[in-house]
C-alpha cells in the first residue's frame, strides 16, 4: 500500500546540519546525518542548502572545499566561506544531495527512509499493517508501523525484523513476546 505518487526518479536526502563556526577561517562544525561522510563531504561535492526564505543562502549551492575531524567533530570547509561572518550566516542550515530512489547504501544489509516507509509488515506469515516512518534515536532507529488505527514502535534491529525485501515491498517482524499482544488485549477489553 503506498500512500504517495512518484513524480521522480530521485530525492534528496539530508546528509548533515552546519551547527556553529569553528574558528576565524570559514570552517563549520557539522552534525551528520549520513554513515559516509567522507564519501558525502569529499572535496568538490555539491550540497544544497535548506534555509529560510529570507537568508541570503536562500536557493543556492554549496561545495565541499575540505572534511576534517578536530576532537572527533566533524568540521567542513566550503568554498567561497572565508571568514567567521560567512560561516555564521550558514548556522542551522541543512545540507541535502540529490539521490536516485532505487540507489542503495553501500553497507549490506542498509537502506535510506524512504526505502522502508511504505513496505507491508509481516508477522508468522500475515499482514499486520504497514511502515509509516522511520524514526532515529541514539540507542537505535525505530519502525512506526500502522496496526490498526494504532501506531507501534519497533526497535529496527535484526532480531526483530529479520527479513526487509524492498523489491517485494515487504517487512517480516519477530517483535517482543508483548509489544502487539497488549494493544489487542487492550482492544478486547
Do not use: C
Not at 570559514?26 to 559516509?36: M, N, P
Not at 567522507?38 to 572535496?43: A, H, L, W, Y
Not at 567567521?84 to 540529490?98: F, H, P
Not at 511504505?118 to 499486520?128: A, P
Amino acid at each position: 500500500m503506498t500512500w504517495w505518487t512518484q513524480i521522480s526518479n530521485s530525492t534528496k536526502l539530508r546528509v548533515g546540519r552546519l551547527l556553529k563556526a569553528h574558528g576565524l577561517k570559514g570552517a563549520i562544525k557539522l552534525e551528520l546525518y549520513t554513515d559516509s561522510p567522507n564519501e558525502r563531504f569529499k572535496t568538490g561535492a555539491v550540497l544544497e542548502l535548506q534555509v529560510p526564505e529570507e537568508s541570503p543562502w536562500f536557493g543556492k549551492t554549496v561545495t565541499v572545499s575540505d572534511l576534517k575531524w578536530f576532537n572527533n567533530s566533524p568540521v567542513v570547509f566550503l568554498e567561497g566561506v572565508t571568514d567567521r561572518t560567512a560561516a555564521e550566516s550558514l548556522i542551522k542550515a541543512i545540507l541535502l544531495v540529490e539521490h536516485e530512489l532505487d540507489q542503495s547504501p553501500p553497507e549490506p544489509d542498509a537502506w535510506y527512509d524512504h526505502q522502508l516507509v511504505g513496505l507491508k509488515v509481516f508477522r508468522d506469515g500475515s499482514e499486520i499493517g504497514f511502515v509509516i516512518r522511520v524514526d532515529h534515536m541514539p540507542a537505535q532507529d525505530l519502525l512506526a508501523i500502522k496496526y490498526g488505527e494504532l501506531e507501534v514502535l519497533l526497535p529496527f534491529v535484526k532480531g526483530f525484523v529479520p527479513k526487509v525485501d524492498t523489491e517485494a515491498g515487504l517487512i517480516e517482524i519477530t517483535p517482543p513476546g508483548g509489544l502487539f499482544e497488549q494493544i489487542e488485549e487492550a482492544d478486547a477489553n
